[in-house]
């Protein structure tokens, strides 16, 4: 069951390589708490669904990388083949020398239909290289031109070419106080857009995960890279190997709303660790929670809080909307640890926030006419607000 | 019951010994038959006989697979069963009908109706059939199984009130989710399949298949099995090597019982191993390798054959006996040719009483036809005062003849594209260069069109339908002043 990762623009091919990184890492890892069975068992299966084989013994990512601007494609390419551990595909880039000017229409409207056809050729390659493949993991960020906008465009392509398949995208909410000035309308565009053909949207936003590296990791001057790794590290956690009832790793698939939420993993120091309920939890009301428990103890661990029907909606019983992933083997040197991955209100304020700032930008036509060069018209914004508008309102009902 | 034509010169050559082994043979070619003396029980009405020839009797005539379901079923219910299925076949029998269902008597009626069904068909050959091994990769082509097979009974939801309408969509949502899994893993299925045929071309001892199939490729892999289970490893990890073994080599409809039942024997071991760490569960379980199974079930079904060949060569003898068997039984009482649908159960009781309770019935049945009659009036009367009356029934009518007319448009398109209609049961999947295939073989090529034109078919009828649902939708909410309708973003 193999994974297709495509990166997209500056954040997702950075981002992409921290995440392959921290999973090969994770996967040779010595510490594993379990026995060498286990371990070859969770090693096996890690690279079967990331990587692929290579005569030399190498492996090689199943991604693509795209972007506008070579430069961060050269760095990341070098970057994983310094490592000796692992690498990209030669061909598996595509590149171009203009770069998008954070401009959502025109990575949508321009770049997408005239790279479609090379982007969409590469990912084919790659999927063929697959035995079974398992689905797409798209990650972007929204806030810039590139990431966003072809990666809505891309989204759609592989719904109408792999209908079949799954996709997740990974998005990167930017920061409250970002540079980019038009980051807001790149992102209702996003979302919209992905809200229709995405499966399952997994939400990292840039403040919570800055607040991670300074509180709980006391780092001083915070860089990309710092975020970067962290965010890795929490996705890696997400998607290694892990045991569930149906006893495959499967996306879960949600009708009414697709914006996840991912919460920093409730792991202490190495040494200790021990899972804490944050309150907070009781106040939004989800649609579905995952709780991913990796490590020692993982089998007595208590999960009976998440099952409090007061978590979840009146038409929808904890055991449909609640699941438990585990496994024995330890994440990244971790002795135990927790992910929660969580379908529920909190997204709700954040997207209300930029919706509503996006709106009155748009209620004073500010920068509209560098969309409208480009094809996106006063009609697909509204559009975007529209649907914006009715699944914020759908997760306040909840 | 006709008394079965049975040639004399076959009964003299028989031996005194013969007619225990032909009795022997039969038992042995039915799956779970009763032993002899269970026959020689039954000719003599002995009660102890009787519950053997009544399950004998339900597996022989249940359309359901074999398997451990199967056991579970009560005697009474399976008694009943047996019944209605033998009257549905037209068994002429009235006393069987008669038995109690609890197993206490009647096995020399038991025993006449298991010569009736032998004498119609050849049951021990189709039972045979139905638990056969298949060592190659199979499929089915028709429809039948997928129509026939039934599935677990679904679990009775209580509409309690009103429904939430999320909850649809979430269960909408979850249905499109595993529809869309179940397509890609029977997509990834049948590259496996496709690569298999494909490297082992030229390995088979069998020239005209050539390749070999799932079964036989992982029996040479890995006879023993492979993984011996400890205590404590759960099983369920996504590997790549359970996949030759694991899934059931049928992409087609429905799955081979067979391979579940072949999964399903390391399971029915003492110790859940599905149970991670649990020490005192698994500790006793030693995997019996797949390729001893195998053996065993071929050995098996060989032995079953040997039994049907030596069954039909010493029948005669058979049927000599049953002719004495029928002579013991009293006469039979003339068919009652005004009975023509009775119920199998009905209790027992005398003549005179059941003629009164027929009398009964029947007068039953005219005063409730006349307050239909009365009702249906009444109704008619209603709805036309609602001023739709006339134009409802027509209506009516037209939306029926329209439906039967697109209905018959399809079927007759399917039919022009299609040539003769393939066989029905499963067919082995073989691997063959371009134009290599006889002429019983069916094309793949061909079947993939013929799915392709009748897909078409339905998705322009789809199509047509959405639209007007559409347009409905519009119509309807244009009626309304001041509505905006929104609809619902994607697919």
């Not at chain 2, 032993?35 to 002995?46: G, L, M, N, T, W």
């Not at chain 2, 039972?127 to 599935?151: F, I, K």
């Not at chain 2, 030596?310 to 049927?319: G, H, I, L, Q, T």
């Amino acid at each position: 069951m193999s994974i297709v990762t495509v990166q997209l623009g500056q954040c997702g091919n950075q981002i992409g390589f921290e995440v392959f990184d921290a999973l090969l890492s994770d996967s040779h890892s010595s510490q594993g708490l379990c026995c060498k069975r286990e371990n070859e068992a969770y090693q096996a299966s890690c690279k079967e669904r990331f990587f692929s084989e290579e005569e030399n013994g190498v492996p090689i990512a199943r991604a693509v990388l795209v972007d506008m601007e070579p430069k961060v494609i050269n760095q990341t390419l070098s970057k994983a083949a310094q490592s000796g551990r692992w690498k990209y595909g030669q061909h598996a880039c595509f590149c171009q020398k203009q770069g998008s000017g954070n401009n959502w229409a025109y990575g949508y409207s321009v770049h997408g239909p005239r790279h479609e056809e090379s982007i969409m050729n590469l990912i084919r390659k790659e999927v063929e290289k697959c035995d079974s493949l398992s689905g797409f993991f798209i990650i972007m960020s929204m806030a810039g031109g590139t990431g966003s906008g072809i990666g809505a465009f891309v989204t759609q392509n592989l719904q109408d070419q792999y209908s079949n398949s799954l996709k997740m995208n990974q998005i990167i909410w930017p920061y409250g106080t970002g540079e980019v000035i038009v980051q807001n309308y790149n992102s209702i565009l996003t979302l919209s857009h992905l809200y229709r053909s995405s499966d399952a949207l997994l939400v990292h936003e840039n403040d919570a995960v800055h607040k991670i590296c300074a509180k709980l990791m006391n780092i001083k001057q915070i860089s990309f890279s710092d975020i970067n790794q962290v965010l890795a590290h929490q996705l890696g956690s997400v998607f290694q190997p892990t045991y569930s009832a149906e006893s495959s790793f499967h996306y879960r698939r949600n009708p009414l709303g697709i914006d996840w939420h991912v919460r920093p993993p409730l792991s202490g120091p190495p040494s200790l660790g021990k899972m804490s309920l944050n309150k907070d939890l009781h106040f939004n009301t989800s649609i579905a929670n995952l709780v991913i428990l990796r490590g020692k103890d993982v089998q007595s661990a208590d999960v009976e809080g998440f099952k409090d029907p007061a978590l979840y909606t009146s038409w929808l019983e904890p055991v449909n909307a609640f699941n438990v992933w585990k496994t024995q083997r330890a994440f990244s040197k971790y002795e135990k640890s927790a992910v929660l991955v969580s379908n529920s209100q909190f997204l709700v304020k954040p997207l209300d926030m930029i919706v509503g700032k996006a709106w009155n930008m748009f209620a004073s036509k500010a920068y509209i006419h560098q969309y409208t060069k480009f094809g996106i018209e006063e009609e697909d914004f509204l559009d975007s607000f529209t649907s914006l508008e009715q699944v914020v309102a759908s997760y306040c009902n909840l | 019951m006709r008394r079965r034509r049975v040639n004399p010169a076959a009964g003299a050559r028989a031996g005194a010994g013969a007619l225990p082994e032909a009795i022997a043979a039969l038992s042995r070619s039915l799956p779970s038959g009763p032993s002899p003396e269970i026959f020689r029980r039954a000719k003599f009405d002995r009660p102890e006989a009787t519950s053997a020839l009544w399950q004998l009797l339900f597996r022989v005539l249940s359309p359901l697979p074999a398997g451990n379901a199967l056991a579970s079923i009560a005697l009474e219910v399976q008694a009943r069963l047996v019944k209605s299925a033998l009257c549905s076949q037209g068994y002429p029998r009235l006393a069987l009908a008669q038995l109690p269902e609890d197993g206490s008597q009647g096995s020399r009626e038991l025993l006449l109706a298991l010569s009736w069904l032998l004498a119609r068909g050849p049951v021990p050959e189709q039972m045979l059939a139905q638990t056969r091994v298949p060592l190659g990769d199979e499929m089915t082509v028709c429809q039948c199984e997928a129509l026939a097979s039934l599935g677990p009974p679904a679990p009775h939801m209580e509409a309690e009130g009103p429904v939430d309408v999320r909850h649809v969509q979430w269960l909408m949502g979850k249905l499109r989710f595993r529809w869309r899994q179940l397509v890609s893993s029977q997509q990834e299925q049948c590259a496996l399949l496709s690569k298999i045929h494909l490297y082992t071309r030229g390995c088979h001892s069998d020239q005209n298949l050539g390749h070999l199939s799932v079964t036989e490729a992982e029996m040479l892999r890995d006879p023993e099995g492979g993984q011996k289970v400890s205590g404590g490893a759960a099983h369920n990890l996504d590997l790549a090597y359970p996949k030759g073994l694991y899934f059931s080599c049928t992409p087609g409809m429905g799955p081979r019982t067979f391979w579940n039942d072949l999964w399903l024997v390391p399971r029915l071991l003492p110790g859940d191993w599905a149970a991670p760490l649990d020490p005192g569960g698994a500790s006793a379980c030693s995997l019996l390798s797949p390729l001893r199974v195998l053996l065993r079930t071929l050995e098996h079904e060989s032995r079953r054959l040997e039994a049907v060949l030596a069954w039909r060569r010493s029948e005669p003898v058979f049927w000599q006996w049953m002719d004495t068997v029928l002579g013991t039984c009293a006469p039979e009482a003339p068919a009652a040719a005004s009975q023509p649908t009775f119920l199998p159960w009905v209790p027992e009781c005398g003549d005179g009483e059941l003629e009164l309770v027929v009398r009964e019935l029947q007068t039953l049945e005219e005063e409730l036809q006349e307050a239909v009659e009365r009702r249906r009036v009444a109704w008619e009367a209603k709805a036309r005062g609602c001023g739709r009356g006339p134009e409802w029934s027509a209506a009516r009518q037209a939306f029926r003849e329209t439906v039967e007319k697109e209905l018959g448009a399809l079927q007759q398109c399917w039919e022009q594209d299609s040539g003769p209609a393939p066989a029905h049961g499963p067919h082995r999947l073989v691997r063959r260069e371009d134009g290599a295939a006889g002429d019983q073989d069916l094309r793949a090529a061909e079947l993939i069109r013929t799915l392709r034109s009748q897909e078409a078919c339905l998705e322009a009828v789809l199509r047509q339908l959405q639209g007007q649902c559409r347009q409905e939708l519009a119509r309807l909410a244009g009626a309304l002043p001041g509505l905006i309708w929104i609809p619902p973003p994607g697919r």
